[in-house]
């Protein structure tokens, strides 16, 4: 059976046996202008007719699906925000396991979180609940082709600042995160993956040429996605550890076995290392697997303070 953290929707994978995990309001968006769809630098061929496709379906936005060719995301405004704001920052969240982006964007905690920190909140959808990260069981599209679609969409829909953007994920999402980042890590300004790293076997190296500003949050005691990973499908497959993937961001960084710093905030006992360029946090918890936008609003408030970003109608 599939189980909905808090009846979210942000999915523990079917194949668990762990139970008991812890863990709006709507805006009528104005149409677009069809004519600037033609504008946007798709490169595949069914792109070809996105104008179309815009024309059609215009306005999206909360609970009514921003469509692309090959997916789908759902978007909520920060409130007194609207459709091309200047400089508008967005936090990309990707569902767990049989998850979807509906039930992301309903979560009354995730928009609290954006209307506070002035950002967009953009609840991304896999296929059928799944992401095909690529070591993953299944592979239904391209991943990386359809982030880059939808960081295109959301730019010229929305307005959203292309600099001043996180990715985060929580479960299957999390190890979604880790291979977008690995894939190109100046796909999005920083990531916050919580409960979810790399699968094995992982990467000796990753392509990107870029050291990412990632700030990862686990529980001690997760058992759906523990810290050094598990076996699933009778053997077939099995999540990394999450030290060890770390280290193939250490050894690209050329830190490896460097100390980290080790502080405390609230409940969080973190570890960061300092690479040249980049930021790698490790904050764990001592509960089990469950995300809270508390954790993602603080990697994204870790994010700015990395990046030197202005703080921008943040309360």
């Known amino acids: 059976m599939c189980l909905d953290l808090e009846g979210q929707g ?20 104005s149409r677009l202008l ?53 400089g508008l920052g967005a936090i990309f969240f990707l569902h767990g396991h049989r998850g979807n982006g509906l039930n992301g964007i309903r979560n009354a905690s995730f928009r609290k979180m954006a209307d506070d920190l002035g950002v967009a909140f953009i609840a991304v959808e896999g296929l059928e609940g799944r992401w095909s990260f690529p070591t993953a069981p299944d592979h239904k599209r391209d991943e990386f082709a359809f982030f880059d679609h939808v960081l295109a969409d959301a730019e010229q829909r929305f307005g959203i600042d292309r600099e001043r953007t996180m990715l985060s994920g929580f479960s299957s999402g999390a190890f979604m995160t880790w291979y977008l980042a690995c894939d190109d890590a100046g796909r999005f300004s920083g990531y916050a993956p919580v409960a979810g790293a790399f699968w094995e076997p992982l990467p000796e190296s990753c392509t990107s040429k870029q050291i990412p500003y990632l700030f990862h ?40 076995g460097t100390s980290p710093e080790i502080f405390e905030v ?49 309360r």
């Open 217 to 256: 949050t686990h529980g001690t005691s997760d058992t759906v996605v523990p810290m050094k990973g598990r076996w699933l499908g009778d053997g077939r497959w099995k999540q990394g550890d999450v030290l060890k993937s770390f280290d193939v961001w250490l050894r690209q960084a050329g830190i490896a």
């Open 34 to 86: 069809v004519a600037a769809a033609a504008l946007l630098p798709f490169s595949l061929p069914q792109f070809a007719d996105h104008a179309s496709a815009q024309a059609a379906d215009a306005a999206c936005g909360e609970e009514t699906a921003c469509e692309l060719p090959d997916g789908r995301y759902y978007v909520h405004l920060p409130e007194g925000g609207s459709v091309g704001d200047v």
């Open 10 to 29: 942000i999915g523990v994978p079917c194949w668990s046996k762990a139970s008991g995990m812890k863990s709006g309001r709507k805006i009528s968006w």
């Open 266 to 314: 609230g409940e969080l006992a973190c570890r960061k290392w300092a690479p040249e360029e980049g930021a790698l946090e490790l904050c764990l918890h001592s509960g089990g697997h469950s995300v809270k936008a508390e954790w993602i609003r603080r990697a994204w408030q870790r994010l700015g303070e990395a990046r030197h970003w202005p703080a921008i109608n943040s």
